[in-house]
Every structure is written in C-alpha cells, then in structure tokens.
C-alpha cells in the first residue's frame, strides 16, 4: 500500500488542522492505520492509531481529548482532526498502515512521506 500523507501548515496555538492520509489499492481497509510524529534529533512518536473497522482507537496521552483520528474505508482515506494545537505539537507528521497496531514505530510496515505541522506562540 502507498500512502500520500497531506493537510500539514502554519497554524497558531489553540488553532487546528485536520491531516488527511490517502491509501492507494485496495487493501486499505485490511491494514490498521497510526499517525506518527518527529522532531529534528528525535525519534519517530507515536500520536494515535486505529483498528481495521475503526472500532479499536489508541491516542498517546499528549494528545488525548485534543486529536481524533478516524478513517474512511469507502475512501481509503486516514485521518487526524487536531485541535487545541499547541507550539509542542509542531513536528513532522506521518501516517503508517501495519498489521498490528503499537506504539513504537519499528512494527509498522508502510509509510507515508510525512507533512509539516508547526504551532506558533
């Protein structure tokens, strides 16, 4: 599966911004999906994922009651709604589709190409 992460920009605090992934083929919806952050010098962080039906979702505790993610499958599109954005939200954003859903980056089989997010004070 490809992926094509977009919707990054500039917004400031307590703004928000809804990133989009779109899927390529037609196994979209096979795949559990996550978004994923980096900074320069850091590790790839994980942000949220979501279960194959939509059923199953995980949020990383810096994000929980601010960001939603969710997916279409009739549309192999991710998503992530993010509100309440904060300057230490800034990052590198990517979407990842894997077997399994986890925390640490290394499991996830496929990724997209990433979309810049920064948060002004």
């Known amino acids: 599966v490809q992926l094509q992460a977009s919707g990054g920009g500039l917004v400031q605090a307590g703004g928000s911004l809804r990133l989009s992934c779109a899927a390529s083929?037609?196994?979209?919806?096979?795949?559990?999906m996550g978004w994923f952050r980096q900074t320069p010098g850091n590790e790839r962080e994980f942000v949220a994922a979501?279960?194959?039906?939509?059923?199953?979702?995980y949020y990383a505790d810096s994000v929980k009651g601010r960001f939603t993610i969710s997916r279409d499958n009739a549309k192999n599109t991710l998503y992530v709604q993010m509100n309440s954005l904060k300057p230490e939200d800034t990052a590198i954003y990517y979407c990842?589709?894997?077997?399994?859903?986890?925390?640490?980056?290394?499991?996830?089989?496929?990724w997209g190409q990433g979309t810049q997010v920064t948060v002004s004070s």
């Open positions: 990842a589709a894997g077997s399994g859903i986890s925390y640490s980056a290394r499991p996830w089989a496929y």
């Open positions: 083929g037609r196994t979209f919806s096979s795949y559990v």
């Open positions: 979501i279960s194959t039906s939509g059923g199953r979702i």
